[in-house]
């Protein structure tokens, strides 16, 4: 069964440094969402892809995070210089994109990353 | 305004029994879909139910089905009979918009007691 991948599923870093994480979606699926889970909270969006082109990332601190899918395939998100807030899961969902009858938009999540920085 | 309200932090349930998780949202959009994920301890989410805007009737997945109220901008989950890996986070979400964009709410920890 076709999944979302995701690597590495736990990250310890400093204060500082750079961390950077993939993921891969199911195969054919257009649509690529990075989110941000605080422990307690629900997901919030930082970045939406369709193909290659960023579509909504009002809420990615743009300062500090960063978000590339070159080739409308697998993505990266990276974080320079990590602060002690950004601990969190990081969650990556993909879907078949906008355009399709219901319910191809539902979105397939990975298994996430956990990001602690100390 | 919030997009997604999810007014109960917390829920608890006896095993067999069923019980509702409430959600309201907020749009302007004529055309949307309401999803419910589950997210155990273990962290992945778990695709449950969806229900589109043009749907009359509530849609039902074995023993969860959505109470969907359009006049009342609400998609309550009902869970029937429910059993101990029941318990985990329940998020209810929205997508609206040409970009398909996705709005959650802040989930609802649901306990069943045996």
């Known amino acids: 069964e076709a999944e979302v991948a995701q690597s590495p599923r736990y990250k310890i870093t400093e204060k500082s440094q750079a961390v950077a994480f993939w993921c891969d979606p199911i195969?054919?699926?257009?649509?690529l969402y990075w989110y941000r889970q605080i422990l307690g909270q629900g997901p919030e969006l930082l970045v939406q892809f369709q193909d290659e082109s960023v579509v909504d990332d009002s809420q990615l601190p743009k300062d500090r995070f960063s978000a590339e899918r070159l080739k409308g395939v697998d993505s990266t998100l990276k974080i320079q210089p990590a602060e002690l807030g950004d601990s969190a899961m990081y969650l990556c969902?993909?879907?078949w994109g906008p355009g399709l009858a219901a319910p191809a938009h539902e979105q397939f999540f990975g298994p996430g990353t956990r990001l602690t920085v100390l | 305004a919030q997009k997604i309200t999810q007014t109960q932090p917390g829920m608890f349930v006896q095993e067999k029994e069923a019980v509702t998780l409430d959600c309201t949202y907020d749009?302007?959009?004529?055309?949307?879909?309401l999803f419910w994920y589950k997210q155990p301890s273990s962290g992945e989410m778990i695709f449950l139910i969806y229900?589109?805007?043009?749907?009359?009737q509530n849609a039902t997945e074995g023993r969860y089905s959505l109470n969907f109220q359009k006049a009342r901008t609400s998609a309550n989950l009902v869970i029937s009979a429910s059993q101990l890996g029941d318990s985990a986070m329940y998020f209810c979400?929205?997508?609206?918009?040409?970009?398909?964009?996705?709005?959650f709410g802040t989930g609802t920890s649901l306990t069943v007691i045996p």
């Open positions: 195969s054919g699926h257009a649509t």
């Open positions: 229900q589109g805007s043009y749907d009359e």
């Open positions: 749009t302007s959009d004529q055309s949307y879909g």
């Open positions: 979400a929205m997508r609206e918009g040409e970009r398909n964009q996705f709005y």
């Open positions: 969902a993909s879907s």
